[in-house]
């Protein structure tokens, strides 16, 4: 087909341009027939352009343009005018022209979509998906695309100025399952035997460092076969980095040199560095999480020693229990009535508690229906730990220490939104330092990493691994942003010993070492650098920036909650031949 190809892109043309001769290439976004005129909004990528046709001006073009639906193609050629005096469109950059139409050509129809391509769309996330070349035509999926491109090349160019080299690491690796499942690749060249795809590079980039690449990173696809959520795919895409000669302030300053440049470049914001460090523990005991949203206050409070004479019953067996009793302090919720101290019981009873205590302040007093078991002293104290002032509610929880902890982290949020306490303009990002290294499995009865075997103990917690594993802290840290985990990495073991040692603390014996991670193991025997590094999930980054609540939003032909891709069936059945080829008998 011969066509007009454009001089002009449909976001491009301004009052500037009144005069000029154009020839403009889009999709039909709105057609307009007001009977002596018809308007044409014409939409590509950049933007909307409105063009006029008139019986009057061309005859033929406006005989064409009755011909026109919602996601023709089209490539219209006319004359840049500006628009009458009260009839400019402030909501669109080109909003104070329109193209009077010489040319029309349809370069392909297209049947009546089943959605709208517009932003604001009320139909369900499975027809988006199955339709995603429809989607990914709309404005805000466009925009998100877009500034994920961006950041992708704010990425390289920081990494490239900062003296680090991108490295490919291979697609198809030798499964070594450690968390998630791997996804395998059947050989057809090596009947019965299987590569994986990487879930991460971790292994590949540490044979870096030992290769002399001191300085590497990578924005790679990454692989795990694990139920998924929101903010989880099959296939993610991570920005790996790793670093020889590294101690955990140089990986913190080279990722705080980073996020100082997107947030610069991509929202337009100057932070403030260095970003506050939260031991884990604090974090946990502050915000009921290690992924703490600190764009408001609403710290937890343990109130234990206050109550550790009272005669109140549940309170009194939590503590003689080993447990602890916690709670927040709401802000000018004393007036809340007795139904919405009832959801709020309920909610925390749907997380696993056995009951909300609440206690309202006012006139310098703190009243609760239970008030009878404390004394006047005791519900004092209470008021000062607390920090309260009339008009607040204090709720507590008593339990296990983990139980409660992880009860009112949820309660902090959930309240944070009902309370309107979050900024969804901010962005607050911290580090998590000091996690533990190990945690002890009761299922297995065995010992585990909390992030994986290659994590470094903190040298001066070396002489616990003999006497007391769970009090070993790592030299892991986690960057989140808004309550979210962003970022996490560790500096790596890279002394053979030592491995060998925490392989044996985790049940690995030198057998499952050896055909886990040989080749890593091997490599160490010729001059390992001390290392260590981090990695970013790119998806959540950029879903982030965008303020979007998915990160399929950000991926252009991502998967279902059931890892579906309902475009184009995948998965499905293949040919029995290709199953032949690969000596592979499906099971029914």
Same mark, same amino acid.
């Given at each position: 087909m011969i066509f007009k190809k454009r001089t002009h892109t449909c976001g491009e043309l301004r009052a500037s341009d009144v005069g000029k001769v154009v020839t403009l290439n889009g999709w039909v976004d709105r057609r307009r027939d007001l009977g002596g005129l018809i308007f044409i909004d014409l939409r590509d990528r950049y933007g909307k352009t409105q063009v006029v046709f008139s019986p009057q001006h061309n005859s033929q073009a406006y005989q064409v343009a009755k011909e026109l639906k919602s996601e023709f193609v089209i490539s219209v050629t006319g004359r840049v005018e500006r628009r009458p005096k009260g009839a400019e469109n402030p909501s669109l950059p080109t909003g104070e022209i329109d193209i009077l139409a010489d040319e029309v050509q349809i370069l392909s129809k297209s049947e009546t979509p089943p959605f709208l391509i517009e932003d604001d769309l009320n139909v369900s996330e499975e027809l988006?998906?199955?339709? &995603?070349?429809?989607?990914?035509?709309?404005?805000?999926?466009?925009? #998100?695309?877009?500034?994920r491109h961006r950041m992708a090349q704010v990425v390289r160019r920081y990494f490239d100025e900062n003296g680090f080299i991108e490295i490919e690491t291979s697609f198809l690796v030798k499964s070594t399952p450690e968390g998630a499942r791997d996804f395998l690749v059947p050989s057809r060249l090596h009947p019965g035997k299987f590569y994986a795809l990487p879930q991460s590079p971790q292994l590949y980039k540490?044979?870096?460092?030992?290769? %002399?690449f001191d300085k590497y990173f990578q924005i790679v696809r990454c692989f795990r076969d694990e139920d998924l959520r929101a903010d989880r795919q099959p296939e993610f895409t991570q920005i790996d980095v790793e670093m020889s000669f590294v101690t955990e302030e140089d990986v913190f300053n080279i990722v705080e040199g980073l996020i100082f440049r997107l947030m610069k470049e991509?929202?337009?914001?100057?932070?403030?560095?260095?970003? +506050? &460090?939260? +031991?884990?523990?604090?974090?946990?005991?502050?915000?009921?999480?290690?992924? +703490?949203? !600190? &764009?408001?206050?609403?710290?937890?409070?343990?109130?234990?020693?206050?109550?550790?004479?009272?005669?109140?019953?549940?309170?009194?067996?939590?503590?003689? #229990?080993?447990?602890?009793?916690? %709670?927040? #302090?709401l802000p000018g919720c004393a007036?809340?009535?007795?139904?919405?101290?009832?959801?709020?019981?309920?909610?925390?009873?749907?997380?696993?508690?056995? %009951? !909300? /205590? @609440?206690?309202?302040?006012? #006139? %310098?007093?703190?009243?609760?229906?239970?008030?009878?078991?404390?004394?006047?002293?005791?519900?004092? =104290?209470?008021k000062e730990k607390m920090n309260s002032k009339d008009g607040d509610l204090i709720v507590l929880i008593s339990d296990q220490p983990q139980k409660v902890y992880s009860i009112l982290g949820n309660l902090r949020l959930e309240m944070g939104r009902r309370l309107n306490l979050i900024d969804e303009e901010q962005f607050k990002f911290a580090w998590i330092v000091d996690f533990p290294l190990l945690e002890w499995d009761e299922e297995e009865k065995r010992w585990v990493s909390v992030h994986h075997p290659f994590t470094s103990p903190k040298l001066e917690d070396l002489h616990l691994l003999d006497t007391d594993p769970g009090k070993v802290r790592a030299r892991a840290y986690d960057l989140v942003l808004n309550g979210n985990e962003i970022a996490g990495g560790s500096i790596r073991i890279h002394d053979a010993e030592l491995q060998q040692k925490i392989f044996k603390l985790l049940g690995i014996s030198e057998d499952e070492a050896r055909k886990k991670f040989g080749f890593l193991l091997e490599a160490f025997k010729y001059g390992a650098p001390p290392h260590g590094g981090i990695a970013f999930g790119f998806d959540r980054l950029v879903m982030l920036f965008t303020g979007?609540?998915?990160? &399929?939003?950000?991926?252009?032909?991502?998967?279902?909650?059931?890892?579906?891709? !309902?475009?184009?069936?995948?998965?499905?059945? /293949?040919?029995? =031949?290709?199953?032949?080829?690969? @000596?592979?008998q499906v099971k029914r």
């Open positions: 988006r998906l199955k339709y &995603r070349y429809l989607d990914l035509r709309r404005p805000v999926m466009q925009s #998100n695309l877009i500034t540490q044979i870096l460092m030992v290769a %002399g991509i929202k337009g914001i100057e932070i403030q560095l260095p970003f +506050p &460090r939260i +031991p884990y523990v604090e974090a946990i005991e502050k915000y009921g999480t290690d992924k +703490p949203d !600190l &764009r408001f206050d609403l710290e937890i409070v343990n109130a234990t020693d206050i109550f550790k004479t009272t005669e109140f019953k549940i309170f009194r067996e939590a503590i003689e #229990n080993g447990g602890v009793i916690c %709670g927040l #302090n007036n809340f009535s007795r139904k919405q101290i009832d959801e709020l019981t309920n909610f925390a009873k749907d997380l696993g508690a056995s %009951g !909300l /205590v @609440h206690f309202k302040v006012g #006139n %310098g007093e703190v009243e609760s229906p239970v008030a009878k078991y404390f004394t006047k002293i005791s519900l004092q =104290k209470l979007m609540k998915s990160i &399929r939003d950000v991926i252009a032909f991502p998967k279902t909650s059931s890892a579906l891709s !309902l475009m184009d069936e995948a998965p499905s059945e /293949v040919d029995p =031949k290709q199953l032949d080829e690969l @000596h592979i």
